[in-house]
């Protein structure tokens, strides 16, 4: 998920609109409404606002980030680890082979 996505994902959440967000990070609603417009991400200073309206700090904001993508990687390791399960020893073998050249 990019930055303006995830921002909007938490704007949405708590059903506000672009001019909600607006005032509670105290920045114009044409600031916001560039960054929409221009599919640009926001500088450091204006993200720090729209997390502190958000209620939440920077290391938060990219933290779900991470928490969704370590999910995703143990469930494919899960995955993983079953299918293997499942080989022959020669396919368990080639298999190693072919992980070792990666």
Do not use: H, W
């Given at each position: 998920?990019?930055?303006?996505?995830?921002?909007?994902?938490?704007r949405k959440e708590r059903g506000w609109s672009v001019n909600n967000l607006?005032?509670?990070?105290?920045?114009?609603?044409?600031?916001?409404?560039?960054?929409?417009?221009?599919?640009?991400?926001?500088?450091?200073s204006t993200l720090r606002a729209i997390c502190s309206?958000?209620?939440?700090?920077?290391?938060?904001?990219?933290?779900?980030?991470?928490?969704?993508?370590?999910?995703?990687?143990?469930?494919?390791?899960?995955?993983?680890?079953?299918?293997?399960?499942?080989?022959?020893?020669?396919?368990?073998?080639?298999?190693?082979?072919?992980?070792?050249?990666?």
């Open positions: 998920m990019n930055i303006l996505d995830k921002i909007d994902a938490l607006a005032m509670e990070a105290m920045l114009t609603q044409s600031t916001l409404n560039n960054l929409y417009t221009r599919k640009t991400e926001p500088k450091l309206a958000f209620g939440i700090s920077l290391a938060e904001f990219f933290a779900e980030d991470e928490k969704e993508n370590s999910a995703e990687r143990s469930d494919m390791e899960k995955e993983l680890a079953a299918k293997a399960a499942e080989l022959t020893d020669a396919q368990l073998k080639a298999l190693l082979a072919l992980v070792r050249t990666m």
